[in-house]
């Protein structure tokens, strides 16, 4: 069974930075891609940043740029290096891992990331 852990998050000001890591385990991961999404409240959630066991990213447009994802595949990790946060970033940001084969989505518990203006 899948099982992602996520740490980091809390509260920062406008214009600082967080980093949010997940560790998932209980399976292997080659054929995943891994990475953050965010939902607001009152919003639907929303991709922010994947990366793939080749090396590939993708973005959303709102965070390209201030955000950086990273992938260990060794230790099977995925981290979010988030810098110039603003306001509108505060969500519960969640770890996903989607298996390319089976389609099959985990999810972490979510963690609480709050930006004051």
């Known amino acids: 069974q899948v099982k992602l852990v996520e740490s980091g998050g809390g509260l920062v000001q406008a214009g600082g930075s967080l980093r949010l890591s997940c560790a998932a385990s209980?399976?292997?991961?080659?054929?995943?891609?891994m990475g953050w999404y965010r939902q607001a409240p009152g919003k639907q959630r929303e991709l922010v940043a994947t990366?793939?066991?080749?090396?590939?990213?993708n973005y959303a447009d709102s965070v390209r740029g201030r955000f950086t994802i990273s992938r260990d595949n060794a230790r099977n990790t995925v981290t979010l290096q988030m810098n110039s946060l603003k306001p509108e970033d505060t969500a519960v940001y969640y770890c996903?891992?989607?298996?390319?084969?089976?389609?099959?989505?985990?999810w972490g518990q979510g963690i609480q990331v709050t930006v004051s203006s």
């Open positions: 996903n891992v989607r298996n390319y084969i089976s389609t099959v989505n985990n």
């Open positions: 209980g399976g292997s991961f080659t054929f995943s891609a």
């Open positions: 990366a793939d066991s080749g090396g590939s990213t």
